[in-house]
């Protein structure tokens, strides 16, 4: 496109924006449009309809039958099947994002050219590229846009961090993010599965490919492919990271230098593509990270404590410090000295205020005023697709050769040391798995590219993926 045609364009969007949005008055009530309506987005509907002044007033999900559940609830919004309908609808203030991850950018940028504020679910982006290109335009179209990172919301981390800060346990050493979550496996069709007939599968799959699915289930178990998912470290990781980022980092640590993962999906036969079973060292430049996600049971039959080992505990952060350690999750935390005694316990609200810092922001048009906002968010999301991306370059697993890609640092060789010990306790032998050590990716975080050895052809194309026709994220916003 000539500069002047895309100049003329982009005016026309521009317009378009300004003349969709209203400027709202201190007391009016501001209309929001449910964009995807599955556990989460009924949660945080819920949310919403709580705050004074705040109307529930569009359903939109392309599952009708999931319509009809949402409508029970509140019966007098408006329904659609075509999230294009609710944003092109003058009188909805704002969108809130909650379908699969696949569509979270191009339903946000979507709603932005119309002149809407945007609530988007984590991770805000399903790769980074387009993540960057959603930071774009939230700000050329100078909206508000919250992150559905909801722990930014809890006054718990502003505590932690003047703990910190206070000096009582010392100085970070570095840090160990944890997610375990027990899940099974999502079976294995011989055939593809049918869509449901309330679907329109069209809409369903938006940017994504269409290709035949092998799970039992529709809804959900999308998270385990890659072409509409992230895997758990895209799923349970936005947030952890995210609490990291925010609380360790200050969001001084944009993106990391480095990042080098491994791992596997073991002991399910399914149809899911991502692992269950991950393990990452992140080189921030400051304080170093690991971090370690799995799925499978700790060991049948025996006591969570007793299978634990060097602080792998369900935590989310566990805060390694010269004088003592802080582990915490969703909530709530606690402080120990280095002699293992109690310092100080913490707890929070699990960020329930999130929808109405979203809400003031909207008023106040302070988009400095978001706990989550996108720009941030979009660097935690951008986190766990490295974790991702390291893992799917991944080449055959070496003990030895794995301990030897990070020198110098023993968190690292406890990880895997701790990892071969969880496959023994789920009865698995590691010498008969399929397992991956990724790349360790070289990251410039100004250009949000990979540099050195591993920016190869490969690496680079899995920064963003092939939009399906129509549903293509812009290059320029
Ligand atoms: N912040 C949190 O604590 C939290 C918790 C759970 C899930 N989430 C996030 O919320 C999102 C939804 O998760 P979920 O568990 O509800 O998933 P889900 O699969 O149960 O629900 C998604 C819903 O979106 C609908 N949908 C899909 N594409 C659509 C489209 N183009 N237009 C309208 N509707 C569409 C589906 O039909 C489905 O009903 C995910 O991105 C997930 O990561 C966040």
């Not at 659609?80 to 969108?95: C, H, N, P, Q």
């Not at 050493?173 to 309330?198: F, M, Q």
């Not at 492919?225 to 944009?254: A, C, M, Q, S, Y």
């Not at 990391?256 to 399910?268: D, E």
Request: net charge neutral.
């Amino acid at each position: 496109m000539n500069s002047r045609r895309a100049f003329l364009r982009q005016s026309v969007l521009a317009a378009t924006a300004l003349s969709a949005s209203r400027v709202l008055g201190a007391n009016e009530t501001i209309r929001v449009g449910m964009i995807g309506l599955g556990g989460r987005g009924m949660g945080t509907a819920a949310w919403f309809a709580k705050i004074p002044g705040v109307e529930v007033a569009a359903l939109c999900d392309v599952d009708s039958k999931v319509i009809e559940r949402a409508k029970k609830v509140y019966p007098n919004a408006t329904t659609a099947t075509d999230l294009r309908k609710v944003i092109e609808d003058r009188t909805i203030d704002a969108v809130v994002v909650s379908t699969g991850n696949h569509w979270h950018v191009l339903a946000s940028i979507w709603a932005l050219q119309a002149g809407k504020d945007v609530y988007v679910e984590k991770p805000v982006s399903h790769n980074i590229w387009e993540g960057r290109k959603l930071v774009e335009a939230a700000r050329k179209y100078d909206r508000i846009v919250q992150g559905g990172t909801q722990q930014r919301s809890d006054p718990l981390q502003e505590e932690i961090k003047a703990f910190l800060d206070g000096g009582a346990i010392g100085k970070m050493k570095y840090v160990r993010c944890n997610r375990y979550g027990e899940r099974k496996s999502i079976g294995k069709l011989a055939a593809p599965l049918a869509t449901p007939e309330t679907v329109d599968y069209n809409l369903w799959l938006g940017p994504a490919q269409d290709l035949p699915m092998y799970r039992e289930e529709f809804h959900y178990d999308w998270h385990w492919v890659w072409n509409t998912g992230n895997g758990e470290l895209g799923n349970w990781g936005p947030h952890i990271l995210d609490d990291l980022r925010n609380v360790v980092f200050r969001d001084k640590v944009k993106l990391p230098k480095r990042v080098i993962a491994g791992g596997g999906r073991f002991g399910w036969d399914d149809a899911g593509e991502t692992p269950n079973t991950h393990f990452a060292y992140i080189d921030t430049g400051d304080v170093p990270v690991i971090m370690d996600v799995h799925n499978l049971p700790l060991k049948k039959g025996v006591k969570a404590d007793d299978v634990y080992m060097r602080r792998r505990t369900k935590s989310f952060l566990v805060i390694e410090c010269e004088g003592g350690y802080y582990t915490g999750g969703r909530g709530g935390g606690t402080a120990f000295d280095a002699a293992g005694k109690k310092v100080q316990a913490f707890s929070g609200d699990g960020g329930k205020s999130h929808a109405e810092n979203f809400i003031e922001a909207m008023r106040n048009r302070k988009k400095e005023t978001l706990k989550g906002e996108i720009e941030e968010i979009h660097y935690s999301s951008a986190w766990c697709h490295l974790g991702n991306i390291s893992w799917r370059l991944g080449q055959n697993y070496n003990r030895e050769q794995s301990e030897a890609a990070v020198k110098d640092f023993q968190p690292w060789n406890d990880v895997i040391a701790d990892f071969h010990q969880h496959l023994q306790n789920n009865e698995l032998d590691a010498g008969k798995l399929d397992i991956k050590l990724g790349a360790m990716l070289e990251i410039d975080a100004e250009k949000e590219t990979f540099v050195g050895d591993t920016a190869t052809a490969e690496a680079l194309a899995l920064l963003k993926r092939e939009y399906r026709a129509g549903f293509e994220v812009p290059e320029t916003v």
